[in-house]
């Protein structure tokens, strides 16, 4: 009975945990202006998050390390500072929007000016990363992160014409009629949100954090097959949700209080409550698990004590690093910079750092040394290939698009 | 590991004291010259002084000259952390330490790091090797070992691993023949195709002060696969 309950708050945490303020910004923007027609972008992202997150977690039950500690032993020092340089950088403008995000979410309910808000939410994000334990953590707010699960009933409510949800589903229906540029650059947005690098820091961690064996094998994979489709439900219907109301309308999105809007109008007040206690559980635990990634990776490249599994003295390194990102994000927030303008370049850069982190999880997920039998098989390394051309095509062409239409203005 | 390559299994592992505490990465190797040639793995060593000049001649110089300027009135400034191998219990996908890592790495002083008997890893990784039979701008890739740190019997370096300094070396397929994604195993092998294994001994000098390693024509290369 105990095991079954961990699946299922496994993956209820996963399906609640899966959406951070990337993929709500990304998704309502995407909605709003190409309605369905990226829907495979998600598909494949989620697909490539669900493979890469399984080979991550797999290592970390078996070999007990976490992903950049593999990073640097296979790219060698000079390429793993590289790799680290770009994805502490990326991370931190991860955590930097997802503390604004929390700051916009209670915004939408104090109407007092985010910025004012973010010093008091970085404390409690800090507060939290030292004191709560991992696991308080991650079932908290992934609970909390099921009320998003609103937006799939206000997409209900509101009814779209499903025969024109069929129609914009094929890839070349361009609803909205925007160029091949912007398609093509937000294409890349939607895949990074979906793929980002911190999730498979974090999720390795997390199960070195968690002391995962290999008889957690089961748990994880339920986690990751389940839990992150289930999850990827919610995106699509954010995507669903913009499309029907502000399509349209020719509406671009570009608050948090526009993401929200559509599930007032199809649920009405109580629909809105909700939805902002999700937007504010899926902001402030993904500011957890940034905040917690910076650390990380930091701390898995340079070999020093790391992780809430010890006490806090016991890795004061680790937590020094939590707290001074913390700081710099909030330092960041209060000159006035716009979060969902922070958010958006957080996924495009988090598209450019992808190889660089998914090329040694595939390479290790294949060495006897520390896997032995539970390394991958053909099926596994099929698709890990698959995704990795995948990941080097959207990386490469990230920057291009991003100078080509002024970061999707068109 | 009955034998193992210093580059691919042992530098840049987590070192774990005997308590799981979490202790600091191999940054770098110590060797010690013995009478009759041989080198021998002393002490790991961590710490900037030591990962930074692996970094590169010029960017690792730099990045050195940067980190001293942070204490320059400090003499150690220099010196890396180390723990001798002889606390080393085994070598798996960490190092496992048979003391507790707490309060375990010294400083090295400077008469160690002075002697000339001693070298590091990282000093002879990347080191031009001149030879007639390998490609031009050939280096050191690897060091092959004999043994393994905290197993019984001798423990040294018996041949070095040379060829052109080409990406992926780390990724290990261009020496095993485990199962992998194929196009990448088959493409780092093709980068590594001219890669060649070569003894220490007659015919191999490594001469750190010219910065070079000479291979004669009565050492043999082998190929580093089968």
Known sequence: MKRYFAVLLGVLTAIGGFVDIGDLV??????????????????????????????????????????????????????????????????????????????????????????????????????????????????????????LLVFAVALWQLGPDWNEVVHQLKPTS???????????????????????????????????????????????????????????????????????????????????????????????KIGLAIVVVGFFAATFGAACETGLSVGYS???YYGFQWGKFVR???????????????????????????????????????????????????????????????????????????????????????IPLMIATSTGQG | MPDYDMGLHLLDRQIVGADDRLVAKVDDVELTRGDDGSLTPTAILVGAPALLPRMGDRMGGWLMRMFRLTREAAADRDLPLLIGMD???????EVRLTVPGHGRLQRMDRVRADDRTRCRVGQILGTPVVCDRLPRRSKVLDLRMLGTPGGA???????????????????????????????????????????RVVELGRGVEIDL??????????????????
């Open chain 1, 26 to 147: 990304t998704d309502a923007q995407v909605g709003a202006r190409f309605g369905w027609s990226l829907t495979w972008v998600i598909l494949v992202g989620i697909g490539g998050i669900c493979v890469f997150a399984e080979m991550a977690g797999r290592i970390a039950a078996v070999s007990h390390r976490a992903t950049f500690d593999l990073v640097r032993e296979r790219l060698g020092p000079r390429v793993g500072m590289l790799n680290l340089v770009g994805s502490i950088l990326v991370t931190l403008l991860t955590f930097i929007a997802e503390i604004g995000g929390v700051a916009l979410a209670l915004q939408l309910v104090g109407s007092v000016s985010h910025v004012l808000i973010v010093p008091f939410v970085a404390v409690a994000v800090w507060l939290v990363l030292w004191r709560a334990k991992f696991s308080s953590i991650e079932n908290v707010l992934g609970l909390m992160g099921l009320a």
């Open chain 1, 174 to 268: 361009n609803p909205g009629g925007e160029s091949w540029q912007t398609y093509a650059y937000f294409g890349v947005a939607l895949f990074g949100a979906a793929m980002t690098p911190y999730e498979v820091f974090f999720f390795s961690s997390g199960g070195v954090e968690e002391r995962w064996t290999r008889k957690d094998l089961g748990v994880m994979r339920a986690n990751v097959f389940i839990g992150f489709p289930l999850g990827g439900l919610i995106a699509l219907a954010i995507v669903g949700c913009a499309a029907a109301v502000y399509l349209p309308q020719g509406i671009a999105v570009e608050t948090l209080g526009q993401v929200g809007l559509p599930v007032a109008v199809g649920v009405g």
């Open chain 1, 298 to 300: 930091l701390a898995q």
């Open chain 1, 312 to 398: 806090p003295k016991e890795a004061a390194r680790f937590h020094a690093i939590v707290l001074l990102a913390t700081v710099l994000a909030a330092g960041v927030l209060v000159t006035g910079v716009d979060p969902i303008m922070v958010t958006e370049v957080s996924v495009v850069f988090s598209a450019i750092a992808l190889p660089l982190t998914y090329l040694p999880i595939l390479v290790i997920a294949n060495d006897p040394d520390y896997l032995g039998e539970h390394r991958n098989g053909p099926v596994a390394n099929a698709l890990g290939l698959v995704y990795l051309v995948i990941v080097v095509i959207a990386s490469v062409a990230a």
């Open chain 2, 87 to 93: 606390l080393v219990d085994r070598v798996e996908s």
């Open chain 2, 153 to 195: 019997g001798p423990h040294r370096v018996t041949s070095l691993i040379v060829g052109p300094d080409r990406p992926g070396a780390l990724l290990g397929y261009d020496r095993r023949s485990e199962p992998g994604p194929a196009p990448v195993a088959a493409f780092v092998q093709w980068l590594h195709r001219h890669a």
């Open chain 2, 209 to 226: 002060d010219a910065g070079e390693v000479r291979i004669g024509p009565e050492a043999s290369l082998l190929p580093l696969r089968g």
